[in-house]
């Protein structure tokens, strides 16, 4: 078991509007998922994604998958 704790951040092209997400990408080594939360409400629900989730989510992203949204 490990006691790793997630360190958090938002990206660099979130501009800090209020409408950004945090994630914890230190803990994919130890535990295999990323930690995702509202960086509006840090002490609320936390959705841990596996790895492989969240690096396909990425590549959507960066493919403009969601540009409709």
Known sequence: MTTDSPRW???SYSNNGG???EVATNL???RGVVPVRDSKNQAGP???V???S???FVACVKAGG???V
Request: aromatic letters at 14%; charged letters at 5%; one cysteine or more.
């Open 9 to 11: 951040f938002t990206s």
């Open 19 to 21: 409408q950004c997400v």
């Open 28 to 30: 994919v080594a130890s």
């Open 46 to 48: 936390v959705l841990d």
């Open 50 to 52: 596996t790895a492989a």
């Open 54 to 56: 969240f690096a396909c």
């Open 66 to 68: 969601f540009s409709a």
